[in-house]
């Protein structure tokens, strides 16, 4: 069983609630906000019959998934019949399928012409419980109940063209609603006797009777009237006929009280004063009393929808191709949206594509600009740099001379000084075979040596070792010879701060 949901939390997704309430030159539209579970004061417009309004408050679009928005529409009194019926059952839930069984004799025109749905009055009449079957003493008996249930029914080609006149003001009605029947049935547990309605509908004036019995809905009836005086005999024969009919089914007592409702608004055409004159000379001294402005009866109307299920006379037919262009309209808004959000990427993109692109042509444009003088900056610094190790060079060969005179032995004698690639100097010499050990002691003094200065470094990298062999035709002479790879980084310090 479909567990009904609260006001509470129903009003939570409804965000608007549109009224259409149709007329004959313009249609009124009325507009409420939810608020904590209440209602705002409406924003209302004046919408003229088969055109637009101004502000198509109905449409519905991706916000309508986060927060409802419901369009409901008003029909018009004239067509649709009502039908009061007292069925039994355990639940409201199980009342609809025992209409539609009825259906047929209720109906005043063809079932497949007609449109109808239900509305269930609250507060229903327990019935007395069986005596238990002793046979079955397990067997538990459910509690069954008398229901007043309004059956509201409309010739199918009447709805048709109302919502054809609707969707001419581009409003798609997701409920089609009776508003005086809300109205009516408002607080049942104190209604008894006779309620009267009088009302207009198009050219003909009209009264809808509403009989009461104990807080139970009996009957209810829509008796047409003309405009002239001769309203006041008819009247009175149409509520006779349905007191005799009340007195057949036995709900209908010989006193009763009656209360006359006036329309919120003063109408000439219905002379309040002479229908309680009437009443009174027919049935005695009765009650008068207001109805409902349309914004109080549109409140009520909100109220309800949230509260519990009401009767909807829109077809399903409708309701689902209502949906199905909700449903492609958001697809439409979803691609259009997706489509648009592609080409603002792909504008974005080329935009950047493009600056970037420019900025790389300045660039280069820049670079080709000062690729000659670059290429000159080059040579230059290649010619500065050799002429600065040229420099370097010489000062390092003269301290080498200086160096190599200050460490020769007496005893040896250097016979060749040669630079060879700029860092390596080799040294050949003669000494008495019995003197090697002082070429061995220069060859170690040169690589202990400093540089000159104030802050000396070696002054050699690197010191091979020294070789020796015998001279030709002099067996006790030696030739001796070894190399050293110059320290240049820590010459070229040294000759900067020269």
């Known amino acids: 069983m479909k567990k009904k949901e ?3 939390s129903i009003s939570k997704q409804l965000r608007l609630v549109n009224f259409l309430i149709p007329g004959v030159v313009t249609h009124r539209i009325q507009q409420f906000e939810c608020v904590d ?21 109905s449409q519905k679009d991706y916000r309508n998934l986060l927060r409802q928005k419901i369009n409901v529409s008003w029909a018009s009194v004239e067509d649709v019949f009502l039908k009061v019926i007292h069925l039994p059952g355990e639940s409201p839930e199980e009342l609809r399928m025992m ?9 005043p025109v063809p079932l497949a012409q007609l449109v109808w749905d239900i509305q269930v009055l609250p507060n229903p009449v327990p019935l007395p419980m069986p005596e238990p079957d002793p046979t079955h003493p397990e067997e538990k008996l459910n509690q069954m109940y008398r229901y007043a249930v309004v059956v509201l ?6 709805i048709e063209n109302f919502l054809a006149l609707l969707e001419e ?3 798609h009605a997701d409920r089609v609603e009776l508003p005086f029947l809300h109205e009516i049935l408002q607080s049942p547990e104190t209604r008894n006797g006779l309620y009267v309605y009088p009302m207009r509908s198009g050219s003909r004036n009209l009264a809808v009777t509403a009989w009461w019995t104990q807080g139970q809905l009996q009957n209810i009836d829509m008796i047409y009237l003309p405009v002239d005086e001769s309203w006041k005999a008819i009247f009175p024969v149409q509520l006779n006929q349905v007191i005799w009919a009340g007195q057949v089914a036995g709900w209908f007592k010989d006193q009763f009280s009656w209360t ?5 608004e003063d109408d000439e055409a219905l002379p309040i004063g002479e229908w309680s004159a ?5 049935y005695g001294e009765g009650k008068l009393d207001k109805r409902m402005t349309e914004p109080e009866l549109a409140r009520l109307n909100c109220s309800l929808i949230c509260s519990g299920p009401t009767a909807n006379l829109l077809p399903p037919e409708f309701a689902g191709t209502y949906r199905q262009r909700y449903v492609d309209k958001l697809w439409l808004q979803g691609i259009t949206a997706t489509v648009a959000a592609y080409l603002l990427f792909c504008l974005v993109y080329f935009a950047g594509a493009t600056v970037a692109d420019f900025q790389k042509s300045r660039a280069e444009a820049r670079v080709k600009l000062l690729e000659g003088d670059y290429q000159t900056a080059q040579k230059l610094r290649e010619q500065l740099d050799l002429l600065q190790l040229q420099h370097s060079l010489k000062f390092a060969a003269l301290d080498s001379y200086r160096l190599s005179a200050e460490l020769l032995p007496s005893e040896l004698k250097l016979t060749r000084f040669n630079f060879n690639g700029g860092s390596e100097i080799s040294y050949v010499g003669e000494a008495p075979s019995e003197m090697i050990g002082a070429v061995t002691a220069f060859n170690e003094q040169l690589s202990r040596a400093m540089t000159y200065g104030n802050d000396p470094v070696p002054f050699f990298k690197k010191v091979n070792p020294p070789t020796s062999v015998q001279k030709a035709g002099s067996p006790d002479t030696l030739t001796w010879r070894f190399s050293c790879e110059l320290n240049l980084p820590e010459l070229n310090t040294e000759v900067k701060k020269r």
């Not at 924003?43 to 309004?53: A, E, I, L, T, W």
């Not at 006359?260 to 919120?264: C, E, G, Q, R, V």
Request: charged fraction near 30%.
């Open 6 to 8: 609260t006001k509470k």
């Open 37 to 57: 579970a209440d209602f705002k004061a409406p924003r209302s417009q004046d919408c003229p019959v088969h055109q637009k309004p101004k502000e198509n408050w």
């Open 99 to 107: 209409v539609e069984l009825q259906l047929e004799k209720l109906s």
């Open 153 to 158: 029914m409309a010739e199918r080609s009447a």
């Open 169 to 171: 003001s581009a409003f």
């Open 260 to 264: 006359l409702l006036a329309p919120a």
């Open 278 to 282: 009437l009443l009174s000379e027919l």
